[in-house]
Each structure stands twice: as structure tokens, then as C-alpha cells.
């Protein structure tokens, strides 16, 4: 069974720009999340989509946004990037169970660098 | 708010030797808790996760994680170390209203020949 694919696995932009990453989530999960893993800041939570919903989202900006599609797939974007938002963006996804007893299955992620 | 805490930012133990990692959290109701594994460059890999039920949980590669409420606690151990263990170790917390998961800072593992 495949798992979370990320693509690009690298993406350099430059400050002002705007960045789409994309998330594929394991076959049959309908959730899918996204974290932001900056160094020192640790792993943050920052949306969460289910059934081509934004269900949840963090602490951030509105110019981090994103999407579902009807296959479950996820985009990541963000906009005016700035030279903090370097990071490894990870992807996770999951059933939605309402029991909540889900678990999260992590994709390997994009590195994003801003110049 | 529900907060994870790893009290250890770096340990180093020696190949075969035994390993705890702690992990305390913070929750208003009995949490569901992950441990997480990521070698460098790489995404999560999940190693276990306690629900419900027996508070002593088996994972992969040989780890164990034991739920004690009455510390607040989810130690990850494993009782011979292999220089392939090499890595961040994160604890997580989960089952809020917005189904995220909450981390801890992280433990680096180096593993001594």
C-alpha cells in the first residue's frame, strides 16, 4: 500500500513570492493534515481538511491556505513568502472516525527555503 | 490546552544498551498519545499509539510505550539499542476538537559503537 507522497521534495523561492505544495493521501483516507516544522519552533499544526473541507487550522497567517480536492488530495499555499516560513512542510492523512481513534500517517515532506 | 513536554533534548546511549525516553503531557481527559520517529531529512514514521485499554503498548522495531495517568506519562523504551535507532524521537497528543495532533519538542538519539 503506498503511503503520504509530497511533491516537490525541495523548493527554493525568493521573499514576496508564492508557494504550492501538494499532499496525496494514502488510499481510503479522507483527512488530510498539514504541519510546518521550522527549526527551533518545533512541529506546529497547521490545517486540517476533511471531505473537501478546512476543518481546523493553527496559529498561522491567512496567507497559508490550502485546498482538498473530490480525491482527497491536498495544496498547501503560501503566499508572500516571507524568509521565516523556511521549513519542512509535512503532510500527514487519516480516516475521520467518530470514535476520533484515528492516527495520523506522515508523508515525507517538502523542504521549502526562501531567499 | 493540551501541552506535550520531552524533557530530554539530547540522550546518547551505547549500541545494545537500554533506552527510556520520557514524555509528559498535559490534558483535561485521558488522551490518545503517539510516538513518532524521523531520521534526518525524513518525514514521521509512527513506531506506536495508546487509545485505550491496556496501558503497556508494543510498536515496531522492538519499542514499548507505558501510559501511567497518575504521571501524566507515555515513556518510550526498548531494551537493546541498535545504531539504526538513530534519530528524533517525538511524542504527540491527540483527540481535541480539531484533531490535531499537539508535539513535543523532540528527543535526538545518538547511539554510541
Known amino acids: 500500500e503506498a503511503g503520504v507522497t509530497q511533491s516537490p521534495t525541495h523548493l527554493i523561492k525568493t521573499r514576496g513570492q508564492q508557494a504550492t505544495l501538494r499532499c496525496s493521501p494514502i488510499s481510503g483516507h479522507t483527512s488530510v493534515y498539514w504541519y510546518q516544522q521550522a527549526l527551533g519552533l518545533g512541529l506546529q499544526f497547521l490545517l486540517w481538511?476533511?471531505?473537501?473541507?478546512?476543518?481546523n487550522r493553527g496559529n498561522f497567517p491567512p496567507r497559508f491556505s490550502g485546498r482538498q480536492f473530490p480525491n482527497y488530495s491536498s495544496e498547501l499555499n503560501v503566499n508572500a513568502l516571507e524568509l521565516e516560513d523556511s521549513a519542512l512542510y509535512l503532510c500527514a492523512s487519516s480516516t475521520h472516525l467518530a470514535s476520533g481513534q484515528e492516527t495520523q500517517y506522515f508523508g515525507p515532506g517538502t523542504r521549502l527555503l526562501v531567499l | 490546552a493540551q501541552s506535550v513536554t520531552q524533557p530530554d533534548i539530547h540522550i546518547t546511549v551505547s549500541e545494545g544498551a537500554s533506552l527510556e525516553l520520557r514524555c509528559n503531557y498535559s490534558y483535561g481527559a485521558t488522551p490518545y498519545l503517539f510516538w513518532y520517529v524521523q531520521s534526518p531529512g525524513q518525514g514521521l514514521q509512527l513506531l506506536l499509539k495508546?487509545?485505550?485499554?491496556?496501558?503497556l503498548v508494543q510498536g515496531i522495531k522492538g519499542f514499548e510505550a507505558e501510559f501511567k495517568r497518575s504521571q501524566s506519562s507515555f515513556n518510550l523504551r526498548k531494551p537493546s539499542v541498535h545504531w539504526s535507532d538513530a534519530a528524533e524521537y517525538f511524542c504527540a497528543v491527540g483527540k481535541n476538537a480539531g484533531n490535531m495532533l499537539t508535539f513535543g519538542g523532540g528527543t535526538r538519539l545518538m547511539v554510541k559503537p
Open positions: 481538511y476533511d471531505e473537501g473541507e478546512e476543518r
Open positions: 495508546y487509545f485505550s485499554g491496556d496501558t
